[in-house]
């Protein structure tokens, strides 16, 4: 059974391109333009594998997302993933400390990315 | 517009205050020496005065209005001359004053129309300072409009790129799915020629066996045909042997009256087997002619020629199994071939997925640039509004050194911040927020 991926960026661009890649390596992508959308989708039942967010966006960012999404029932262990242009050490300590599973600087190659989400999920 | 102040004079008059009080001095002096001198004129008036009263000119006056003429008249020369030597000196010194008053009257003068002047000039300078204010604050709200115009090019820059890439994206998707259609239908080619060729291997063994059988039976029939002669033969022998028997035992008479039954069912016996043979030959004939009717109907399927004999068919099968596995051992070689250039394509593709995040790397440093303007707009904005006021307060007004270490401080990528550090040049180290790896797993 294909693994579900959810994409959280407000870059309609980032969106597309990642949800390409991830479709091509068989994957089922569910895409949210900022954080907000994203939680009420999971609230709604949305059961990712794997979850892969921008870190600056409107309405709910990067970090009150992870934040949010780990005090959800069933959300506690799920690989969270960050993916942004933020480069500096103590954002990253931040992201950490909110229970990101890890951190990933743009621009970042579709062959290292489907590496890394085959590393955290089993079975893709 | 700049405007050149002419010199102040070289040297200023002396102290007005002082001239006065030497002026009054000699006058006083003036006075009584008059004094002095109408006394001793009143002495002696009293004897001229007569003489002058001959004249008529003079009787008019009465006696004692020019006795007081006569003595101012004779008097003051003689007070004059009498006091000379005290208001000679006095009015030497006076008139030297009064040139000294009247040369710091004229650089006074100067000076007052220099100031003038200068007031002249600092009134257009002030003008034209008025004028510029008046340019600053239009050219202000001016800069507003520019920030706005340079703000929705670079919205429409960034439109247009994020339309680009959504097209390449669904160009690179569109052509992938074309590819992994073409795969899927290779895939499903070699699954109907692996079907093809079980279903020529079932169809060759199941020839193969049919035409061993055919092969068997042919012998066998061939084996069976002189048996039916040998039937055929003795049948007849056995008939000729049981019409003896009945002419025998005809002979016999009475006698032979059992011998007679005998011979009758062994003519009876011989023409079943007559019979017998007959039919086996039929059978054997129909068997025949179904075999060689199976061997045509082969021969038509495999295309095989009408002359061959069976071994020949036999290995021409073969043959043809064996061409059959070859061709698709091929197109599996050339599946798989294809196959590993669709993965290399998807590697590509996942490549070039990849690269087309610059997009989103490109929109937040022209947001950072956008947002720079806008800051730069707030900067005019606030000067203009400083140009309206008399009293300058620079603590009022954030700096433009200020707002740009504020940028510094909202940078999020290191690129950022080394482009910056490379135009402004920054005292503080750069974060080593670079030498983190762009993948890192908690």
């Known amino acids: 059974m294909p693994k579900t991926i959810l994409i959280v960026d407000d870059s309609l661009t980032m969106q597309l391109s990642l949800k390409a890649n991830l479709e091509m390596n068989g994957f089922v992508v569910v895409t949210a333009n900022d954080g907000l959308q994203a939680l009420n989708k999971l609230k709604s039942g949305a059961k990712p594998d794997l979850i892969i967010t921008d870190v600056n966006m409107p309405n709910m960012g990067g970090i009150a997302f992870i934040q949010n999404a780990r005090a959800l029932p069933g959300f506690r262990f799920l690989p969270i993933l960050t993916l942004t242009t933020e480069s500096q050490a103590a954002k990253r300590d931040e992201g950490k400390r909110a229970g990101a599973t890890g951190w990933l600087v743009k621009p970042v190659g579709g062959a290292d990315l489907i590496a890394v989400i085959k590393k955290l999920v089993p079975g893709a | ?442």
């Open chain 2, 1 to 442: 517009m700049s405007i050149a102040l002419p010199a102040p004079p070289s040297s200023l008059p002396e102290e007005p205050l002082r001239s006065q009080f030497v002026l009054l001095r000699s006058l006083g002096v003036l006075v009584a020496m008059l004094l002095v001198g109408a006394g001793i004129v009143w002495g002696l008036a009293p004897s001229l005065v007569p003489v002058l009263l001959k004249y008529p000119i003079f009787q008019s006056l009465g006696a004692a209005p020019l006795t007081a003429l006569v003595a101012l008249l004779a008097f003051v020369p003689l007070a004059v001359l009498a006091t000379s030597p005290f208001w000679t000196a006095e009015l030497r010194d006076l008139s030297r004053k009064w040139m000294r008053q009247s040369q710091a009257l004229r650089l006074l003068t100067a000076k007052v129309a220099n100031h003038n002047e200068n007031l002249r000039l600092l009134t257009a300078k002030v003008a034209n300072h008025n004028e510029k204010k008046k340019f600053l604050a239009e050219e202000a709200l001016q800069m507003a409009l520019y920030v706005s115009l340079v703000n929705k090019q670079l919205d429409g820059a960034l439109s247009d790129s994020e339309t680009s890439v959504t097209a390449v994206i669904e160009c690179l998707t569109n052509v992938h799915e074309v590819s992994s259609k073409q795969t899927g239908r290779i895939d499903n080619s070699i699954t109907d020629c692996q079907h093809l060729t079980e279903a020529i291997h079932e169809q060759t063994v199941q020839n193969k066996r049919v035409v061993n059988i055919m092969n068997a039976m042919t012998t066998q029939i061939s084996e069976l045909i002189p048996l039916v002669d040998l039937i055929a033969r003795i049948s007849k022998q056995t008939t000729l042997i049981a019409i003896n028997a009945a002419i025998e035992s005809a002979r016999a008479g009475v006698a032979g009256l059992s011998f007679a039954v005998v011979a009758e069912e062994v003519k009876m016996l011989s023409k079943q087997a007559s019979l017998a043979a007959t039919s086996i030959e039929e059978t054997l004939l129909k068997a025949t002619r179904d075999a060689s009717a199976e061997l045509t109907t082969v021969k038509a399927n495999t295309g095989l020629q009408e002359t061959l004999n069976l071994d020949e068919i036999i290995t021409r099968l073969d043959s043809m199994e064996q061409r059959f596995t070859g061709t698709l051992s091929l197109l599996m070689e050339v599946t798989s071939a294809v196959k590993e250039a669709n993965e290399h394509a998807l590697q590509e593709f996942s490549k070039a997925f990849g690269h087309m995040q610059f997009q989103d790397i490109f929109r937040q440093r022209l947001a950072h640039v956008q947002s720079g303007l806008r800051d730069l707009d707030s900067h005019f904005t606030a000067l203009a509004a400083d140009q309206r006021v008399d009293h300058f307060d620079e603590k009022a007004i954030t700096s433009l050194k200020e707002r740009m270490a504020k940028h510094f401080e909202g940078y999020v990528m290191h690129s950022q911040r080394d482009t910056h550090a490379n135009v402004i040049g920054t005292e503080d180290a750069l974060p080593a927020s670079n030498s983190l790896p762009a993948i890192e797993l908690f």
